[in-house]
């Protein structure tokens, strides 16, 4: 047996303390009456009096009180099997790690405030299976379609720019390989239901030769792209910095100009049309994440699990009511007998 909240049962030390005000009570009255009445007197003005039936009310009430007190605790006792089914959509996010994120038109940067955007739709999840690629020049599964969003905290939390061997962007690269772990997904009827997403998350610079052969295999494969741009149109620098943190300067081109990068709308617009999805931004101020959240509720689910658990079954409802018959008997149990129970 395991209790809901094992504190109430420090209540229990009323019950103590009860009998002993109880009798105290009834000592104090009893010299009280000693002092102002003979026995033979007292008999007769309390005449039909049960004391019985006085104890059996009083114990009646100890008892009540003790069992909801017992009651509130939660107690439960033996098991009950529960099954739980675990529905939602195939979700694979697609994160820009080119040098561009680091820009800080939107803050603290466009890849810190993506991620925190990820972190929370991640929060507002419900049963839905959600991956994790990074991309620049190349594209990596950071983390497959899982059910274990706290794993995919961690591998988001580590996404960083440096840690890709490209700075450039193709979004054929990140296209081909969701492609393939959607493919690798379809491992049984109940996901196959579910609707499949890629979210590409990106400031829209694209340096790849075309995305348009990728981007045919996701429609064959019934995947929705939806795109969510970083950034803004005005744009800004690259900043660098070192392993300290300390700003060394920015990012500049093969002539050695320092680089503006702006938010290239038109290029993740365009995608999101061909790819069946919509096109939503990110500005400093302003967030689309929950209205593609909304979406999301709106598409085809599958269920991604089903399982049995066995859980402590609550049994406070029996005590709680024989409590409370207790409590009604304490109140309402007769202590004075009529003139013939009394004869007798």
Do not use: C
């Amino acid at each position: 047996m395991i209790w809901q909240d094992a504190l109430y049962l420090w209540f229990l030390l009323i019950i103590p303390l009860l009998i002993g005000a109880t009798y105290w009570y009834n000592r104090n009255l009893e010299k009280k009456r000693e002092a102002y009445f003979g026995e033979e007197l007292f008999q007769k003005l309390r005449k039909g009096f049960w004391s019985l039936g006085k104890r059996i009310r009083n114990v009646s009430l100890y008892i009540g009180i003790a069992l909801l007190i017992v009651a509130a605790a939660g107690p439960k006792i033996g098991t009950e099997v529960r099954e739980v089914k675990r529905q939602g959509v195939d979700l694979l996010i697609a994160l820009d790690l080119s040098a561009s994120m680091n820009a800080e038109d939107v803050k603290p940067s466009r890849l810190e405030k993506a991620k925190y955007e990820i972190s929370r739709l991640i929060d507002q999840l419900q049963g839905d299976r959600i991956g994790l690629i990074v991309f620049t020049g190349e594209a990596y599964l950071q983390s497959p379609m899982t059910l274990d969003y706290s794993a995919l905290r961690l591998f988001l939390n580590i996404a960083e720019t440096s840690q890709m061997p490209s700075s450039s962007t193709d979004f054929s690269a990140a296209m081909e390989t969701a492609a393939q772990s959607f493919e690798s997904g379809e491992d049984s009827e109940n996901t196959s239901k579910a609707a499949k997403v890629l979210m590409i998350i990106s400031d829209g610079e694209d340096h790849g030769e075309g995305y348009s052969e990728a981007l045919q295999k996701l429609e064959e494969q019934n995947v929705s792209v939806y795109t969510l741009g970083m950034g803004t149109q005005s744009g800004t620098t690259i900043p660098l910095y070192d392993d300290s943190g300390s700003l060394i300067g920015y990012k500049r081109d093969e002539q050695g100009k320092v680089v503006n990068t702006h938010l290239q709308a038109e290029a993740l617009r365009s995608i999101a049309s061909d790819g069946g999805g919509e096109y939503y931004e990110i500005r400093n101020g302003s967030s689309d994440i929950d209205a593609f959240l909304g979406r999301l509720d709106e598409l085809q689910q599958g269920e991604f699990a089903s399982q049995e658990y066995a859980d402590f079954k609550n049994q406070f409802q029996w005590l709680a009511g024989i409590g409370l018959a207790f409590v009604v008997v304490g109140m309402v149990f007769p202590f004075y007998r009529s003139r013939e129970s009394s004869r007798e």
